[in-house]
């Protein structure tokens, strides 16, 4: 689930009394600054999404400027853990 859904799951299990992590996990994705904060330290997927927004712009203009072999490029992404996991 989008880290703003996985900050609600983690604001109701804390005022249920429910330890994260030992009672249970939650994990979001797209590391959003929010999941960052101390209070809520949830763990999140990055999917790098600026650099991939930045790829994607460079290879639209190598596309406009000419070039007509393709290219891949991968961009893994990582688990950036905190408490919630």
């Known amino acids: 689930m989008r880290d703003k ?7 109701q299990a804390k005022l249920r009394g429910i ?5 249970v996990g939650s994990i979001g ?8 904060l101390p ?3 949830l763990s999140s997927m990055d999917h790098y999404g600026d650099v991939i927004d930045r790829l994607a712009a460079e290879a639209l203009l190598l596309g406009i400027g000419g070039r007509e072999v ?3 490029v991968l961009v893994r992404p990582e688990l950036v853990c905190r408490r919630s996991c």
């Open 19 to 23: 330890d994260l992590p030992r009672d």
């Open 5 to 11: 859904h996985a900050v609600v799951v983690v604001n």
């Open 29 to 36: 994705h797209d590391n959003s600054p929010a999941a960052a």
């Open 70 to 72: 393709g290219m891949h």
């Open 39 to 41: 209070l809520i330290g």
